[in-house]
């Protein structure tokens, strides 16, 4: 994730109009356009959706698309975020090939470890703990992702030294 | 931990015990223990290889040697030779019908053994999935040569519905037939969708599909383009896959500048493009419909059916949607016929299959096999056993929308009509498997947590329905269950089964329901001794104030 853009002061505008370049201003390029942003700031804020709506509804091509169009595909897919999260993410598979060879043990250790429940973000806006399904690499379960980094193979005994990485 | 490197089957039908069976039989174990080698090879019985002449026969794997007909004083040489050296006897092995030498696969399916065969993951792991080169030095790009330049898309058509084909992305459709409907649907504008959303849960057979041999999609997306009338194709890649997205973006490119894609391919006058599309993490849009509207940039929510995306699909035009691993079978298919796809496998079930393996065995990851092997032989020669020694207590097939089949249904074989008659799912070719550490009420609920979470919400039943079946079973676990919950669910799962509108809520109980037809009493101990057999479920922990004053 791009930490100069996450600051506060990054231009929406300009972030749509790059989105908009790259994957075109037809109807399929609605995920891929919210999928960069979200890549980008790390959640989508509601004032992207009428600037992303402004670019796609194409009434003389008989598109036409409201915000609230927007919204419900923003609000529909798990890996978007419509409220910041925090600067480092952890998405743990809790799908139950993972969750049979051990899973269940290593949430609990990343749980105790950082007194987070799944779904929370820490005060210090250090940490989110997502919970997510299967992310296909099941032969080295349990698995997790921090950020963009995999973790294979993790014991409860691993959890502390992994996330010491990102402090 | 015990590795068995290697199995002897002895035939044990009538013949061969005529034909003193069982003294080979006990030849072997000997043998194998004088050699100190008992706890490396298994010596195992098979009642029946079809023939009847020529016995007792032998077979000796990984290597699916056939020995026959084997006599007492022949155990020593083959286990000397081939067990101890490694060495096959050529002077000893059998030229029966049916039987092969190498392969002791037979169509009939007479116990014996496949060798893995690989047709849709030939290349992966041989080649660099970013050279093109590489993958035209392995044969690439001939199907699609071939369909251009020596057939009529109805030949190409026809080719597909020869090898008898069948979708691998679960539903088991014919491929064949799939296509002649894209195909006899009129219009000027039709699409072909790769579908690479894959996110049946513990199933990563298409990413390796993709990861490894990205070319291989582009060259079947074209041929089906070309067979079907499209000129435009979308893969739709799971979000949660960047590695896949990047390897077939630099694909598409490298086929674009090769001549192999884009316009005029082969100088043939056909054009065809395709697109990288990456999804953002939602299993529903896996089924097709689901992944059309998302394609169109909405929610991933599944249309109503009919009309199918065959006459009616993306931005409204026929459209075909096939599962990665079946278009990686459509190169080869073209290149060397559908009679010769036909001869792999089981007649009913053609070609190979990929399955992914996972939980308590020595072995986890991907194996392609022709279709018809069993859950044992994937457990003792491919798993390479149960972890630790313990007990195998049942495996989950096809994902978390797939059945649940204890141990003792492990021997039937795996193709689509076998698997369908003893009602066991083959969908992704996800294999879970579990020992006796697991708690099917602890498996259960995160199998049915999973569905409360992907459900997308459009009808009810599905809905309401996953939401309810985790609760009663969360519940369970913890010991607040009653046994009246266990008809409740199963009245849930019958109305969600029948009147679900796709897939996801057709099949979300499939697993409870197994559980409840072969674990019934593990449940009912759960409620009313309230305890968890094997000690996973957090039960204990509450039953005194949650214990109901008798
Ligand atoms: C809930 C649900 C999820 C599905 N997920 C996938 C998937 O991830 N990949 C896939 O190829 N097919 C998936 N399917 C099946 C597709 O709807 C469709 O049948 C398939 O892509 C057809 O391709 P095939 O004929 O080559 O098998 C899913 C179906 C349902 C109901
Ligand atoms: S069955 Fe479930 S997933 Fe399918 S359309 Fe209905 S609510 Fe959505
Ligand atoms: S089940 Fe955890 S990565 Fe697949």
């Keep these: 994730m791009d930490q100069a853009i996450k600051q506060k002061d990054f231009d929406i505008v300009e972030l749509v109009n790059d989105a908009i370049e790259k994957h ?64 480092h993410i952890i998405r743990f598979c809790e799908s139950a090939p993972c969750h049979v060879v051990g899973g269940r043990e290593v949430i609990q250790a990343i749980q105790d470890e950082l007194g987070l429940q799944p779904g929370e973000t820490s005060d210090d806006k250090n940490w989110s703990l997502v919970m997510t399904s299967c992310i296909g690499i099941c032969s080295v379960g349990p698995v997790f992702l921090v950020d963009d980094d995999v973790y294979g193979n993790v014991t409860p005994e691993r959890v502390s030294e992994i996330l010491a990485k990102y402090q | ?69 084997v006599r007492v004083e022949d155990v020593h040489t083959i ?18 019908r049916g039987l092969t030498p190498e392969v002791a696969w037979t169509r009939e399916r007479r116990g014996a053994l496949p060798v893995q065969k690989r047709i849709v993951l030939e290349r992966a792991g041989i080649v660099n999935p970013a050279s093109i080169e590489d993958y035209i030095l392995y044969d690439g790009f ?18 597909v519905e020869k090898s008898g084909l069948q979708g691998r992305g679960g539903a ?33 057979k298409d990413r390796l599909i993709i990861e ?99 006459t009616y699909g993306l931005f409204g035009k026929p459209t075909l949607v096939n599962n990665v691993e079946t278009l990686a079978n459509i190169p080869a298919i073209i290149r060397n016929g559908g009679v010769w796809y036909r001869e792999v496998g089981s007649p009913k079930s053609t070609g ?53 089949v204890p141990a003792n249904l492990q021997d039937t074989p795996m193709d689509f009509d076998s698997f369908r008659n003893a009602g066991v799912s083959l969908g992704s070719g996800a294999l879970l498997i579990c020992n006796e550490d697991t708690c099917v009420v602890d498996l259960a609920k995160v199998i049915l947590r999973f569905f409360r979470n992907e459900c997308c919400g459009k009808c009810t039943p599905c809905r309401i329905g996953t939401l309810r079946l985790y609760e009663i079973m969360s519940d369970i676990s913890e010991g607040k269950g009653s046994i009246s919950d266990i008809d409740e669910m199963l009245k849930i799962s019958e109305a969600m089964s029948e009147v679900s509108n796709c897939g996801l809520g057709q099949t979300a109980p499939t697993a409870l329901l197994d559980v409840l037809k072969y674990f019934r009493e593990e449940v009912e101990a759960h409620i009313t001794d309230h305890v ?5 479920c957090p039960i204990t922990a509450h039953v005194p104030e949650l214990l109901p004053v008798p």
């Design chain 2, 352 to 404: 190979t299959k990929v399955y992914t393996i996972m939980g308590n065995v020595n072995f986890t990851g991907v194996i392609e096999v022709p279709m018809g092997i069993t859950l044992r032989e994937v457990i003792d020669i491919y798993g390479k056993g149960m972890k630790n020694g313990k007990k195998l207590k049942l495996v989950q097939t096809g994902g978390s929308s797939g059945t649940i």
């Design chain 2, 212 to 310: 490894g041999d990205p070319f291989s999609i582009i060259e079947a997306m074209t041929i089906a383009g070309y067979a079907v009338g499209a000129h435009e194709g979308y893969i739709y890649i799971r979000g949660e896959y960047p590695v896949a997205y990047r390897r077939i973006e630099h694909a598409i490119h490298q086929a674009e500048e090769h001549g192999m894609l884009g316009n005029n391919i082969f100088d043939s006058g056909f054009s065809f493009h395709i697109h990288p599309h990456a999804g953002a993490g939602a299993y529903i849009c896996g089924e097709e419909t689901a992944l059309i509207e998302s394609l169109e940039g909405k929610r991933g929510m599944p249309r109503a059916r009919p009309p199918y995306p065959t």
């Design chain 2, 532 to 536: 968890c057999p094997v000690g996973v």
């Design chain 1, 24 to 87: 075109g201003n037809t109807r399929d390029a609605v995920v891929p356009i919210l999928s960069e942003i979200n890549h980008k700031l790390g959640y989508i804020p509601s004032s992207a959706l009428p600037e992303i709506r402004r670019h796609i509804h194409v009434p003389q091509e008989g598109v036409f698309l409201a915000d609230s169009h927007l919204y419900s595909a923003a609000s529909f897919y798990h890996l978007y975020s419509l409220k910041p999260l925090g600067r």
């Design chain 2, 142 to 159: 001939q199907g699609l040569g071939k369909a251009l330049t020596q057939m009529k898309p109805s030949e190409v058509i026809a080719e």
């Design chain 2, 172 to 204: 088991g459709f014919p491929t064949g037939r799939k296509w002649s409907f894209v195909s006899s649907t009129p219009g000027d504008i039709k699409y072909v969708i790769c579908n690479a959303d894959e996110s049946e849960p513990g199933t990563f």
């Design chain 2, 1 to 69: 931990m015990k590795i068995i490197r290697s199995m002897v089957l002895v035939s044990v039908d009538e013949a061969s015990l005529e034909h003193g069976a069982e003294k080979v039989f006990h030849a072997f174990l000997e043998e194998i223990e004088e050699f100190g080698l008992s706890d490396q090879i298994a010596v195992s019985t098979i009642r029946d290889v079809g023939v009847h002449e020529d016995v007792p026969v032998v077979i000796v794997y990984p290597d699916a040697a056939v020995y026959a007909p």
């Design chain 2, 79 to 96: 286990v000397e030779e081939h067990l101890v050296k490694g060495n096959i006897v050529p002077s000893m092995l059998t030229m029966m």
